[in-house]
């Protein structure tokens, strides 16, 4: 049984004020985008860990607001928000901490997070914070495409935010083209039928995936994640794709090494 | 006022589907088929079959005399004690394994806290020769030891949650992902009337059997089908919604919902979620629960590990929201005073949830010639090394 949903198609209105995730999927080269968790290592790297992604050539960064029961999320992740909320971490803490990123920060910057600390900030207040610190756009794993289309799509666009949909390989073709139609930015394709972590090497289940997104020949760009972990891993999802994101590896880098040798970590992914 | 789910699976403004995509196909899967695969004859016949001859149904409906001149009314103790593995959690696993079975799943999941809901789980697996995995907080195993060893023997494998705080809402975080992890062959069934919709709805209907068979019941016993009052504890809320759903159309019956005071409601250690839970999402539902100011989800407390939760299903936030149902908040010595008074008077060891109901009199003065139906969802033996150590016996 297929739903029907109440939608229409959309375009992004105002050109001249683009957002910055759309500037940069105009770019002819794949992007690098990285996760991490915000109050992690410590309480305070929140800034210095966007800033130093930035000057090594990172081309979008999500910023994760650690959550109590992160759902979606593998082991490395979870651990990462724990130990972030036990630093302190919290939704008014990391506004404060980005208040002024947009002085040294030019890239686009996306918040992921669980809708209940959200909700509880209030919906509206939330995305006004977001637009007026300079946040792009959002990534929510439990707001489904639906709910968020009926009751939020409005409050998102009134402050700016492109609101970033995970699509799966057992995602149907038409919802993925019901998806396509809510967005207005990109699509994020999870690798896999997986919580997020590392894999080494994707299979010919991935590509098989892969190839059949990109015959859908979707309105917005794709960008890959789950499993991406390094260089060999980062090639194989952008080869059909248009740029893929890196998070629990990364995580992994920053508890081994700290936040002083992030230029290793991007340099060792392209 | 109108107490059934919607179309979209809301009772209120409660409920819904907060779940990542990646568990979209399978919660879809069941939402689009549960009713239909519910109301097939075959299934009703098979279902109604193993709750007679296997689970031991009906239930009776007892009439507690001494219960009853104590405390100067009429009250009948429904009996979900007397099932099959001893509480009123295997009429779920028995229809949830029924709808697995008719979807083609060959492997299931559950989440449990105490271990009543794995232990259920297990015994359908293991009599639908079902391959089955439990995930249960690490700091729960160790409390809970026969329970776990009764899930062992029956052939299910028991997975620590290490995360978190290492309890049932960790379990049921492990449970999720798992099913995330294993789209295709996988159903988890959940122990509660809680998760994103349909399982709220689809628990309740495979409980409501408990309501169904008290009104008649009750029209054998007192010529009337509809109590004075139907009285049962909540955690999440599944023997609660089974005890009150026939009823909840019916507004001369008055609904009371029990929940766990732990230490006392604002001592900090409590799972009283209507008095201090807010709404939010939790599990992949709308509803009320407990957290920080920030929305992080908070850890609960109660001397009963059934009632240790810290959301509540959507349908009793609802009840809660709309004054439908009544609710109280029972502290840990009230219920088990209630436990120790229903033993001695009754010769009926109860569940420490139970219990919680049980002390209902203490809130709340009924009318002499006012008929009170308390769910007694569980039994006893599971809590004896907590009577054992809170009474010193």
């Known amino acids: ?270 | 006022m109108n107490y059934q789910i919607s179309e979209k699976g809301y009772y209120g403004d409660f409920g819904g589907a907060y779940i990542p995509e990646m568990l979209y196909p399978n919660v879809e899967e069941l939402r689009t088929t549960y009713l239909e695969i519910m109301n097939e004859p075959s299934f009703k016949e098979e279902f109604n079959q193993l709750l007679k001859d296997y689970v031991g149904r009906p239930s009776p409906l007892y009439f507690a005399k001494r219960l009853s001149e104590k405390h100067n009314t009429k009250v009948y103790l429904k009996r979900e004690d007397l099932n099959h593995t001893g509480a009123h959690k295997v009429n779920n696993t028995i229809g949830q394994i029924l709808v697995a079975k008719r979807l083609g799943k060959n492997r299931i999941i559950a989440e449990t806290g105490a271990g009543q809901h794995g232990v259920a789980t297990a015994t359908v697996c293991a009599l639908m020769g079902i391959q089955c995995i439990v995930y249960m907080g690490e700091i729960d195993i160790e409390r809970q030891a026969p329970n776990v060893a009764r899930m062992k023997m029956l052939g299910a494998e028991v997975r620590p949650a290490k995360s978190g705080s290492k309890t049932l809402k960790d379990a049921t975080n492990e449970a999720i992902r798992d099913w995330i992890n294993n789209p295709i062959d996988t159903h988890y069934i959940i122990g509660s009337a809680i998760g994103p919709h349909p399982y709220p709805d689809m628990v309740t209907r495979f409980q409501s059997i408990i309501s169904e068979e008290i009104k008649w019941q009750l029209a054998e016993k007192e010529g009337r089908e509809n109590p004075d009052y139907v009285v049962a504890c909540i955690g999440g809320g599944s023997n609660a919604a089974g005890t009150y759903y026939h009823f909840l159309e019916e507004e001369s019956v008055g609904i009371i919902a029990v929940e766990a005071a732990g230490k006392g409601v604002h001592s900090g250690e409590s799972a009283a979620t209507s008095q201090l839970g807010k709404e939010g999402i939790i599990h992949g539902c709308k509803t009320l629960l407990m957290q920080t100011p920030d929305g992080q989800i908070t850890e609960p407390y109660s001397i009963s590990a059934g009632l240790d939760y810290p959301g509540v299903g959507p349908l009793h936030s609802h009840l809660y929201k709309t004054g439908r149902g009544e609710f109280y908040s029972v502290t840990d010595d009230d219920a088990m005073a209630a436990g120790l008074e229903l033993s001695q008077l009754e010769g009926i060891i109860p569940a420490i949830e139970s219990s919680h109901a049980l002390a209902i009199f203490n809130d709340k003065k009924f009318k002499p010639d006012d008929i009170v139906v308390i769910s007694l969802s569980g039994r006893g033996d599971k809590d004896l090394d907590t009577y054992i150590n809170y009474f010193k016996l």
């Open chain 1, 1 to 270: 049984m297929s739903i029907t949903y109440n939608y229409s198609q959309r375009e992004l209105v105002n050109t001249k004020n683009m957002n910055r995730i759309n500037k940069a999927l105009e770019q002819d080269k794949k992007l690098l985008s990285i996760y991490f968790t915000a109050g992690y290592p410590s309480l305070n790297d929140t800034a210095k860990v966007i800033q130093d992604l930035e000057k090594n050539g990172v081309d979008m960064i999500e910023i994760g607001l650690p959550f109590s029961d992160p759902l979606a999320d593998g082991p490395t992740i979870q651990e990462s928000s724990t130990i972030a909320l036990k630093n302190g971490m919290t939704t008014t803490i990391l506004f404060d901490q980005l208040k002024d990123i947009r002085k040294s920060v030019n890239i686009p910057l996306i918040i992921m997070g669980y809708f209940n600390p959200m909700m509880q900030y209030g919906i509206e207040a939330f995305c006004a914070k977001c637009q007026e610190i300079g946040i792009d756009g959002l990534i929510i794993p439990d707001l489904p495409v639906a709910e968020y289309h009926e009751q939020y799509q409005k409050t998102f666009e009134k402050y700016g935010l492109i609101n970033v949909f995970l699509i799966t390989p057992q995602t149907s073709d038409d919802r993925i083209r019901f998806i396509d139609s809510v967005s207005n930015g990109f699509i994020y394709m999870v690798s896999s039928a997986s919580t997020t972590g590392a894999k080494n090497t994707f299979g010919d289940v991935q590509q098989q995936y892969f190839e059949r997104i990109k015959a859908l020949d979707l309105k917005n760009p794709q960008i890959v994640g789950f499993g991406i972990s390094n260089a060999e891993t980062f090639t194989q999802a952008t080869t059909t794709t248009k740029g893929a994101i890196i998070g629990s590896a990364f995580i992994k880098h920053l508890t081994n090494e700290g936040v002083d040798t992030i230029d290793k970590f991007v340099g060792s992914i392209r």
